[in-house]
């Protein structure tokens, strides 16, 4: 079995994913799965979960998958598409689970395929999420690219602008 990163981003004192309280339960290159339960920082104005929490949830797993398969190769990833589709809409208090798992990966792009579900085990979104791959040596908005699973990054460590 794969090495199991999920500690180690749950760790992580701040970003997107603590500021939506998404709770990483498995970490591997070949799957990434995540728990979320929806609250009002997640609604948007008809009471309902906003897109954005779910494109984001969908791009984060596909991204933490990806990365765990490129960075072994010396490889960072970056996100090119996010296609997500709303197929039910979700209220405050519900507990939704998510899963990311790879269609495509090859050197220089990667293609992952997402879905959360709600607590009675419905699709409530769908998403397909495209990366590319960076060599270790390219900029990224003029800096270097370093994130929480870099192996020279430590939880804690990173800075955000």
């Known amino acids: 079995m794969a090495k199991d990163f999920s500690a180690r981003l749950n760790e992580m004192p701040e970003g997107w994913l603590q500021a939506m309280g998404v ?12 728990e979320l339960i929806t609250g009002a920082e997640h609604m948007q104005g008809y009471g309902i979960v ?21 960075l072994p190769r010396g490889q960072h990833v970056v996100g090119l598409e996010n296609n997500t589709s709303f197929i039910r809409a979700v209220r405050a208090g519900v507990k939704l689970r998510a899963v990311a798992t790879p269609i495509s990966r090859g050197r220089r792009t990667q293609v992952w395929e997402a879905r959360v579900i709600d607590e009675d085990d419905r ?3 769908t998403g397909r999420v495209r990366l590319l791959c960076l060599e270790a040596e390219q900029a990224l908005a003029g800096e270097q690219v370093k994130g929480v699973l870099h192996p ?10």
């Open 50 to 70: 906003h897109g954005g929490v779910h494109c984001g949830l969908i791009e984060s797993l596909a991204s933490i998958g990806a990365a765990l398969f490129a």
């Open 152 to 161: 020279e990054q430590t939880p804690g460590s990173q800075s955000h602008s």
């Open 23 to 34: 709770t990483i339960t498995l970490a591997t290159k070949d799957e990434v799965r995540a």
């Open 123 to 125: 699709v409530v979104a």
